[in-house]
T-cell receptor, first 117, second 112 residues
Framework: GAVVSQHPSWVICKSGTSVKIECRSL??????MFWYRQFPKQSLMLMAT?????????EQGVEKDKFLINHASLTLSTLTVTSAHPEDSSFYIC?????????????FGDGTRLSIL | DQQVKQNSPSLSVQEGRISILNCDYT??????FLWYKKYPAEGPTFLIS?????DKNEDGRFTVFLNKSAKHLSLHIVPSQPGDSAVYFC???????????FGSGTKLNVKP
């Protein structure tokens, strides 16, 4: 089946640091990748949608200058949390779509737990 | 605005019995519905989906029912097994598949 690899799985860093999270589709080309954020006991909240070679589409309330998304190839998308602060601590998950046909579910990475001290 | 809702945060079921997880949505434009299973510290894993042209889809022990008039879907797991213990998310999308809306999840505990 389709595999999505997300790295790192856990990162702890000081306030003010920028953190880059990678999301790779290992055995398929992802036309679209999604970035989600999950707070404890809450739903997956979509942050942005990215298509290869174009600018990401951010959801309302998500700061594009804060959360930089780069989808440079059909197998890699990155999320950079710039100048991270404790309130950015959360669980970030990426997912990828193979294509937009029927019955094509998203394939999720295992997520990145970000802890800002 | 929560367009997909899972009103039960948790559910406990005895092994061998049926587990029924419910999901409600508000947007009548949704055409595609999915269920995901999630273990702690892992990403969600796709379980089963259904398109709006159907009212039932079955895959082994998992069956998803869709009631479009009530804007309600449910996931039935029978028989339930301890390994089914996880958080289950329902999700919905329009035909463009550009955006998926997730419920807040239901934590299922299957007791041996």
């Amino acid at each position: 089946g389709a595999v999505v690899s997300q790295h790192p799985s856990w990162v702890i860093c000081k306030s003010g640091t920028s953190v880059k999270i990678e999301c790779r589709s290992l055995d398929f080309q992802a036309t679209t990748m999604f970035w989600y954020r999950q707070f404890p006991k809450q739903s997956l909240m979509l942050m942005a949608t990215s298509n290869e070679g174009s600018k990401a589409t951010y959801e309302q309330g998500v700061e594009k200058d804060k959360f930089l998304i780069n989808h440079a190839s059909l197998t890699l998308s990155t999320l950079t949390v710039t100048s991270a602060h404790p309130e950015d601590s959360s669980f970030y998950i990426c997912s990828a779509l193979t294509d937009t046909g029927w019955n094509q579910p998203q394939h999720f990475g295992d997520g990145t737990r970000l802890s800002i001290l | 605005d929560q367009q997909v809702k899972q009103n039960s945060p948790s559910l406990s079921v005895q092994e061998g019995r049926i587990s029924i997880l419910n999901c409600d949505y508000t947007n009548s434009m949704f055409d595609y519905f999915l269920w995901y299973k999630k273990y702690p510290a892992e990403g969600p894993t796709f379980l089963i989906s259904i398109s709006s042209i159907k009212d039932k889809n079955e895959d082994g022990r998992f069956t998803v029912f869709l009631n479009k008039s009530a804007k309600h879907l449910s996931l039935h797991i029978v028989p339930s097994q301890p390994g089914d213990s996880a958080v289950y998310f329902c999700a919905a999308s329009g035909m463009d598949f550009n955006k998926f809306y997730f419920g807040s999840g239901t934590k299922l505990n299957v007791k041996p």
